[in-house]
T-cell receptor, first 115, second 108 residues
Framework: GAVVSQHPSWVICKSGTSVKIECRSL??????MFWYRQFPKQSLMLMAT?????????EQGVEKDKFLINHASLTLSTLTVTSAHPEDSSFYIC???????????FGPGTRLLVL | RKEVEQDPGPFNVPEGATVAFNCTYS??????FFWYRQDCRKEPKLLMS???SGNEDGRFTAQLNRASQYISLLIRDSKLSDSATYLC?????????FGKGTSLLVTP
């Protein structure tokens, strides 16, 4: 149980393109989903926290207009990187938390390369 | 000061060795603590939670010292498959704070 999927697993795009990443909880309802970013040899950095049906809470330094998050249902959250640039190239990982449980379950991540 | 600090390693140990990782955290109000394992180019996976009383799961033992704000992970009888990056994770109450991880390489 507690499986989280992400799609796509990797994407290569041109600078200026917008990229949408989906995060789904497959066998549980996720009240809260989290989006992280990890650069090579760096720790996972929380970008934003999204609760179903409400606006996402962004961490300091993360541009909400650039990283659009939609958590429209209890099993799906999407992250859209708008007008991606090479510096946005990174490993984007989502996690989902069922209800009030503390444990987060991570998706397999999406590797984004912006040329 | 970083919220969660770990020695990045790498730790190179032979099979069968015992290895210990340490981690310190800065937020004294932190409520829960974890060790995650991350394999190369993969997502983190929960290894174990860390409790004040200390806890053991097979070859893995985790300890928490709240007074010193210090967490440890001990791996006994290392296996080749233990090679990975071990992430110290602290929850200050609203989200998970990850350390950069300690890299372990177990050699034959």
């Amino acid at each position: 149980g507690a499986v989280v999927s992400q799609h796509p697993s990797w994407v290569i795009c041109k600078s200026g393109t917008s990229v949408k990443i989906e995060c789904r909880s497959l066998d549980f309802q996720a009240t809260t989903m989290f989006w992280y970013r990890q650069f090579p040899k760096q720790s996972l950095m929380l970008m934003a926290t999204s609760n179903e049906g409400s606006k996402a809470t962004y961490e300091q330094g993360v541009e909400k207009d650039k990283f659009l998050i939609n958590h429209a249902s209890l099993t799906l959250s999407t992250l859209t990187v708008t007008s991606a640039h090479p510096e946005d190239s990174s490993f984007y990982i989502c996690s989902a938390r069922p209800g009030l449980a503390e444990t987060q379950y991570f998706g397999p991540g999406t590797r984004l390369l912006v040329l | 000061r970083k919220e969660v600090e770990q020695d990045p390693g790498p730790f190179n140990v032979p099979e069968g060795a015992t290895v210990a990782f340490n981690c310190t955290y800065s937020n004294s109000a932190s409520q829960s603590f974890f060790w995650y394992r991350q394999d190369c180019r993969k997502e983190p996976k929960l290894l174990m939670s860390v409790y004040s009383s200390g806890n053991e799961d097979g070859r893995f033992t985790a300890q928490l010292n709240r007074a010193s704000q210090y967490i440890s992970l001990l791996i006994r009888d290392s296996k080749l498959s233990d090679s990975a990056t071990y992430l110290c994770v602290v929850n200050p109450g609203y989200a998970l704070n990850f350390g950069k991880g300690t890299s372990l390489l177990v050699t034959p």
